[in-house]
T-cell receptor, first 107, second 123 residues
Framework: DIQMTQSPSTLSASVGDRVTITCRASQSISFWVAWYQRKPGKAPKLLIYKASTLESGVPSRFSGSGSGTEFTLTISSLQPDDFATYYC?????????FGPGTTVEIK | QITLKESGPSLIKPKQTLSLTCTLSGFSISSSGVGVAWIRQPPGKALEWLALIYWDDDKSFSSSLESRLSITKDTSKNQVVLTMTNMDPVDTGTYHCARRRSGAFGIGFFDYWGQGTLVTVSS
């Protein structure tokens, strides 16, 4: 099975900061990665798919990049609404593995 | 408006069988290209994809849990049902259903999610 790791596990940042989260796959998955945002008590929200395609309605401060085994999610200028946990998911095969998550907290 | 809502028992005893229902609104499980998945999250742990059913009744399962899972759809009620046998305390967690983006590669990604239902396995 393809394993996904994320770093860091927790990130402390301030409003206005540029934030980058890294997701690594245990083998090449081309660009078949999605990113989700999750807030306590709410359903996960799709942010990005196919590594870099922004989901409709998602603010342009979110961006994704990468291919193969290394991927990044970047928030260009952190907003108060962005403090949450972020998960990557690979869908290269017929088993969709999620990363362990990165929590972005207020510094 | 597209919504998914999970329902089922909040408490179940070890070795019992869990049955969860996902009620869909705003789209039909019988429409071409549609898929609905179940994904769970144990407390403090990562999300884990469990199973997926397509509009044509094709199904996919997590390889590690396949022997314990079944997934069915009721097109008349626009619902998807997940059944998991031989429940254990390690199966405690929040169970979500989610819609697979139509046309996505492989198992796909999920564009609409239910809020989830917390299932506790305890005697």
């Amino acid at each position: 099975d393809i394993q996904m790791t994320q770093s860091p596990s927790t990130l402390s940042a301030s409003v206005g900061d540029r934030v980058t989260i890294t997701c690594r796959a245990s083998q090449s998955i081309s660009f078949w990665v999605a990113w989700y945002q999750r807030k306590p008590g709410k359903a996960p929200k799709l942010l990005i798919y196919k590594a870099s395609t922004l989901e409709s309605g998602v603010p342009s401060r979110f961006s994704g990049s990468g291919s193969g085994t290394e991927f990044t999610l970047t928030i260009s200028s952190l907003q108060p609404d962005d403090f949450a946990t972020y998960y990557c998911q690979q869908y290269n095969n017929f088993s969709g593995t999620f990363g362990p998550g990165t929590t972005v907290e207020i510094k | 408006q597209i919504t998914l809502k999970e329902s089922g028992p909040s408490l179940i005893k070890p070795k019992q069988t869990l049955s969860l229902t996902c009620t869909l609104s705003g789209f039909s499980i019988s429409s071409s290209g549609v898929g609905v998945a179940w994904i769970r999250q144990p407390p403090g742990k990562a999300l884990e994809w469990l199973a997926l059913i397509y509009w044509d009744d094709d199904k996919s399962f997590s390889s590690s849990l396949e022997s314990r899972l079944s997934i069915t759809k009721d097109t008349s009620k626009n619902q998807v049902v997940l059944t998991m046998t031989n429940m254990d305390p390690v199966d405690t967690g929040t169970y979500h259903c989610a819609r697979r983006r139509s046309g996505a590669f492989g198992i796909g990604f999920f564009d609409y999610w239910g809020q989830g239902t917390l299932v506790t396995v305890s005697s």
